[in-house]
């Protein structure tokens, strides 16, 4: 399965920003999807994740309220819509495919990875 995420850009805090990650196959809509970020000189980290069928979801505390993932299987696409943007939340954001649903935060866990979108907030 091959990601492409893209929708990243400069936007200032308070701003928002909807970022998608677009799938290669049918086969994605049998997959948890997941979203990471890495900031500059910091590890990779959860983002928020969704089930195959797109009803279970999950996010890290310090996007919940602000983020929401979801997914369109027609069109093998998920999403990030992030709202209320802050200077912290500036990151390289990956989306990600795990392919054995196991609706884990763990990077470690997924399968398939998108190139990175970098998304910047400026104060």
């Known amino acids: 399965v091959q990601l492409q995420a893209s929708g990243g850009g400069l936007v200032q805090a308070g701003g928002s920003l909807r970022l998608s990650c677009a799938a290669s196959?049918?086969?994605?809509?049998?997959?948890?999807m997941g979203w990471f970020r890495q900031a500059p000189g910091k590890e990779r980290e959860f983002v928020a994740a969704i089930g195959w069928n797109g009803y279970s979801t999950q996010y890290a505390d310090s996007v919940k309220g602000r983020f929401t993932i979801s997914r369109d299987s027609a069109k093998n696409t998920a999403y990030l819509q992030m709202s209320t943007l802050k200077p912290e939340d500036t990151a390289v954001y990956y989306c990600?495919?795990?392919?054995?649903?196991?609706?884990?935060?763990?990077?470690?866990?997924?399968?398939?990875w998108g190139q990175g979108t970098l998304v910047t907030v400026s104060s």
């Open positions: 196959e049918r086969t994605f809509s049998y997959y948890t």
């Open positions: 990600a495919a795990d392919v054995d649903n196991t609706f884990s935060a763990n990077v470690a866990t997924y399968d398939y």
